[in-house]
């Protein structure tokens, strides 16, 4: 499975950017599709995952202002950032989880989000 992923940029605090992530390849359905953050001097962790029934889950510090969404006839996840903070300045990166018959995660290339204060 390739993850390409789309959408970074710079943006001023309080604005809007939307991540792209689309999976090709693989014979199998993917279950769960993710964002990750890696922020400078930070560990990696776990912004929104979707299941693909559309279940999502979000880390605390981005409920409300963040959506994660599934298009699962393009294999396609989104992530719909809103009312964004320095904070939230890191490198993004696409996630895919296959659980059945074996086990196999995927990670896109990361894309670099930038907010400025």
């Known amino acids: 499975v390739q993850l390409q992923a789309s959408g970074g940029g710079l943006v001023q605090a309080g604005g809007s950017l939307r991540l792209s992530c689309a999976a090709s390849?693989?014979?199998?359905?993917?279950?769960?599709m993710g964002w990750y953050r890696r922020a400078p001097g930070k560990q990696r962790e776990l912004v929104a995952a979707?299941?693909?029934?559309?279940?999502?889950n979000y880390t605390d510090s981005v409920k409300g202002r963040f959506t994660i969404s599934r298009d699962n006839a393009r294999n396609t996840v989104y992530l719909q950032m809103s009312s964004l903070k320095p904070e939230d300045t890191a490198v993004y990166y696409c996630?895919?989880?296959?659980?059945?018959?074996?086990?196999?995660?995927?990670w896109g290339q990361g894309t670099l989000v930038t907010v400025s204060s």
């Open positions: 390849g693989g014979s199998f359905s993917i279950n769960y």
């Open positions: 979707i299941t693909s029934g559309s279940i999502p």
């Open positions: 996630n895919a989880r296959i659980d059945s018959p074996i086990f196999q995660m995927y």
